[in-house]
């Protein structure tokens, strides 16, 4: 089967081309058009120049990854779009230029959640079988969820507040780092000392697999005010020594909730027990190696999929409706644009139906 795969939900243009067969599968083609200059002067991403440039963007990225994958739209076997969750603008965006292709060429158009895009790309880069945990771990979302098909997904917990890549993102600024936060908070963390500064390790003491960052970043700006109070600035190595101690507060926190999301997985007794890492901050080495070592510990197998394929991008679309295509529940009530749609109603349709 070849899907061509169109995401827009969020400040990212991507279209892609993935070919799958039983037991592998294969992306022929990925292309991502990042907006991150058109949104810098504001300091956030902006909905509405969001969608325009999605608008603007999408057909030549689909024809892009066509080009790159050798194929005309008449070679696919089905077109999946991003249907939900994300900016609304950008959604109906994607969804509109799909729906175009598909009418046009009579290929089958098949919705899909984003987060199950995430949540299933384990599956397309290692042909991982259900069920398995996945930990989604990005700049907007922290979640831990077993993995049992590919619409069906149970959420054992996640942050009640902000997200990990968010926290870094905001602990860069703090900072006077650079943005994206994730990548130079842990280039700076390697030379400071993570003992420096006692961070809290929020909701390691009430049961669960939920999580919280948000005092984290509060705990952090008061021992930031704390230095230049003291000290009329920040030396170099106090700069280090909090980006050490908060990437150690974030590796610990969700090293422990791992361990019992973990326990409540293997309650299942799967056959070949695995977590999976998806998202931006599962690049974080440190905190990639704290997981590897719960998992180790527990027996269990450990995999994240390449970094170009844990930030959004639309291979994980493709992927994601062909195995939707595959189980032969898409609707066209998926097609419906939703800036909300919880993973765990991944198929609200078939809910309805009594599955
Ligand atoms: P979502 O997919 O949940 O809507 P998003 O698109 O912002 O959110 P991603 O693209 O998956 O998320 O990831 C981006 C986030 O990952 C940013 O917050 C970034 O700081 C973080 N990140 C990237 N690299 C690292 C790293 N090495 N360490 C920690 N965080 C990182
Ligand atoms: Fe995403």
Not at 127 to 137: E, Q, R
Not at 255 to 280: D, I, Q, S
Request: aromatic fraction near 6%.
């Amino acid at each position: 089967l070849t899907f061509l795969g169109i995401e827009s939900s969020c400040d990212d243009t991507a279209a892609a081309v993935v070919r799958a067969w039983p037991d592998r599968a294969e992306v022929l083609a990925s292309v991502v058009a990042g907006q991150v200059a058109l949104h810098a002067p504001y300091g956030g991403v902006v909905p509405e120049i969001a969608a325009r440039a999605h608008a603007e963007k999408l057909d030549t990225c689909v024809e892009a990854a066509l080009a790159e994958a050798g194929l005309a739209l008449a070679d696919l076997d089905g077109i999946a779009v991003t249907a939900g969750p994300g900016l609304i603008g950008g959604v109906m965006s994607g969804v509109m230029c799909a729906r175009g292709l598909a009418a046009g060429s009579g290929v089958p158009l098949v919705g899909v959640n984003h987060l199950a895009g995430h949540a299933l790309t384990p599956r397309l880069t290692d042909a991982l079988a259900f069920p398995y945990l996945i930990l989604l771990v990005s700049g907007g979302h922290c979640q831990f969820l077993i993995a049992r098909g590919p619409e069906s997904f149970q959420r054992l917990g996640g942050t009640i507040d902000d997200a990990p890549g968010e926290a870094f993102d905001k602990t860069a600024k703090l900072l006077g780092l650079a943005q994206p936060g994730g990548p130079s908070v842990e280039a700076e963390a390697l030379a400071g000392n993570p003992k420096a500064f006692p961070f809290p390790r929020p909701l390691l003491d009430r049961p669960g697999c939920d999580m919280s960052f948000s005092g984290l970043k509060t705990a952090l700006l008061r021992a930031r005010d704390a230095e230049v109070a003291a000290h009329g600035g920040l030396y170099r190595q106090t700069r280090a020594d909090l980006c050490a101690a908060f990437q150690q507060a974030v590796a610990d926190v969700l090293a422990e909730k791992t361990r019992r999301a973990l326990k409540a997985y293997l309650a299942e007794a799967p056959e070949v027990p695995a977590l999976a890492v998806a998202g931006g901050v599962a690049a974080n080495r440190q905190i990639r190696s704290s997981l590897e070592a719960v998992c180790a510990e527990a027996g269990v197998r450990f995999t994240a999929p390449p970094l170009k394929l844990c930030t959004d991008n639309a291979a994980m679309i493709a992927f994601a409706g062909i195995e939707r295509f595959r189980a032969g529940t898409a609707t066209a009530a998926d097609l419906v644009a939703r800036p909300r749609w919880p993973l765990d109603q991944t198929a609200p349709a078939m809910l309805g139906a009594g599955k």
